[in-house]
Structure formats: C-alpha cells, structure tokens
C-alpha cells in the first residue's frame, strides 16, 4: 500500500513569490493534516481536514497560507506571497480516524530567499 | 497549554550499549502518546502508540513504556541502523485531534 506522498521535495522561492505544496494521503484515509517544522523547533500543527471540509485551521499563522483539498482526495498548501519566515520542512500526515495513529509523508523543504 | 520535553536532547551510544529516551508530557488528558522515528531529509516513520499507563510495546530491539506523566523508549543493545532522531507526540483527549510534538532525541550508535 502506498504511503503519503508529497510534491515537491524541495522548493527555493524568492520573496513574495507563490508556492503550492502538494500531498496525496493513504488511500482511504478521510483524515489529512499539514505541519510545518522550522530548524530547531518542533512540529507544529498547521490544519486539519476531515475529507474537504476543514476541521481545525487553528495553527494557520495568517492570511497568506491557503489549504484545499477538492474531493476529498489530495490536498495543496498555498503561500501567497511567501515571506522568508516561512522556510521549513512542511509535513503532510493521514489518519483513518480523527484520533488515529497519523502517518507521515516525507515532506517538502521550503526555502524562501 | 499541552507540553512535551524529550530528553535528552542528543545521545551517542556504542553498538551494544542499551539506554532509554525519556517524554514528559503535560496534556489536558491524554488520548495516546505516539513515537515516531525520523531519518535525515525523511519524514516521521510511525512506530508505537501507547494509550494508557502501564502499556509497554516492543519491536525488534526498542520497546515503549507509558506512566501518567511520562513515556520511556527502551534500546536494547542498539546497532548503527537505530541511528535516527526519535519524536513523541502527546494527542490529548477532548474534542482536539491534534498531537503536540517534543522536539525530539537525536540518537548516534556508533560501531
């Protein structure tokens, strides 16, 4: 069974450019989240999607950060405009049920110049 | 506000020299405590859940012990394979499903 994928594995962007993260979770799992790891700190919860419909955003840090997920499916991760605070490992996780163990893709390295 | 410290926050180990890495957790209830194991430019590899105070789970040479306030992962005579950083995650009971993360214990068995 294949495991969560994320696209692309890296990015470089300059300031105030836009980038879409994407994530594909385990088939079957109605539960996507994003994270974001900055250097030196720990993961942090971004959002939460119990199929398209948002469950919890509150780890959104502000307006410029767009999450989808069209049909349930495949989720993206909009920055618009990226600012140089946003650099980090963005994580995509999926579970089966809200409180189940969460699987982890391997993550996009983004790094805003 | 829910917080997990891990500790310690790096450990060097000789092939065959058994330790353990402790998480302390303080959450509003506690739903599981997860571990996870997390090579260099990969993501989190899941490998326990712990849902109640006095589980213990094991695989290959670490095993997983869970108490109210803390969780342990057990090493038994490590190899350089089990070199990784090892994460928990505290999810608390309620109405959230989010897990608060430690920032993890990196570990280097050396031959």
């Known amino acids: 069974e294949a495991g969560v994928t994320q696209f692309p594995s890296h990015s470089v962007i300059e300031k105030g450019q836009t980038v879409t993260l994407r994530c594909d979770p385990i088939s079957g799992h109605d539960n996507l989240y994003w994270y974001r790891r900055v250097m030196g700190k720990e993961i942090k919860f971004l959002l939460h999607?119990?199929?398209?419909?948002?469950?919890?955003e509150s780890g959104m840090p502000n307006n410029r950060f767009l999450a989808e997920r069209t049909g349930g499916t495949y989720s993206t991760l909009k920055v618009q405009p990226a600012e140089l605070e946003d650099s980090g490992v963005y994580f995509c996780a999926s579970s089966q049920g809200p409180g189940g163990t969460q699987y982890f893709g391997p993550g996009t390295r983004l790094t805003v110049l | 506000e829910d917080q997990v410290t891990q500790s310690p926050e790096a450990l060097r180990l000789q092939e065959g020299e058994s330790s353990s890495l402790n998480c302390s957790y303080t959450v509003s209830g506690l739903r599981g405590l997860f571990w996870y194991r997390q090579d260099p430019g990969k993501g989190p590899e899941f490998l326990f859940t712990?849902?109640?105070a006095g589980e213990e789970k094991e695989k290959e040479r670490l095993k997983a012990t869970l108490t109210k306030k803390e969780s342990f992962l057990h090493i038994t005579a490590p190899k350089p394979e089990d070199s990784a950083t090892y994460l928990c995650a505290a999810l608390p009971s309620g109405g959230s499903y989010i897990p608060t993360f430690g920032r993890g214990t990196s570990l280097i068995v050396h031959p």
């Open positions: 712990l849902y109640s």
């Open positions: 999607f119990v199929k398209e419909s948002k469950q919890d």
